[in-house]
């Protein structure tokens, strides 16, 4: 059992960067995979992340400009954004998921804990 709390999102012109933040509370923080997740509007929900044990995964989308970090003592999940580009724009969902699930991070019907969301804007 986790809570999840996102902030960071915000307004940004292309190519600028953002850093995400998700704190979570509660019991076995560190058994979870972990993940980010996106949902343009009028579109479902998407992967864009995941770690686990230091383990990371990305969506092609987002390899080489994202990269997903943990610190287990500060229950945080973190998510810098670079070389941001219009299509990015989407709400940001923080997710946990039990361990097993992260050999398919990418199927947010696994992950039983999101938070609230984030909004990011990348302007043109």
């Known amino acids: 059992q986790v809570q999840l709390v996102e902030s960071g999102g915000g307004s940004v012109q292309a190519g600028g960067s953002l850093k995400l933040s998700c704190a979570a509370s509660?019991?076995?923080?560190?058994?979870?995979?972990m993940a980010w997740f996106r949902q343009a509007a009028g579109k479902e929900r998407e992967g864009v992340a995941a770690i686990y044990t230091g383990n990371t995964y990305y969506a092609d989308s987002v390899k080489g400009r994202f990269t997903i970090s943990q610190d287990n003592a500060k229950k945080t999940l973190y998510l810098q954004m670079n070389s941001l580009k219009p299509e990015d724009t989407a709400m940001y969902y923080c997710?946990?998921?039990?361990?097993?699930?992260?050999?398919?991070?990418?199927?947010?019907?696994?992950?039983?804990?999101w938070g609230q969301g984030t909004q990011v804007t990348v302007a043109s």
């Open positions: 509660g019991s076995n923080y560190r058994t979870y995979c």
């Open positions: 997710a946990a998921a039990a361990s097993f699930h992260c050999r398919i991070w990418y199927n947010r019907a696994g992950f039983a804990y």
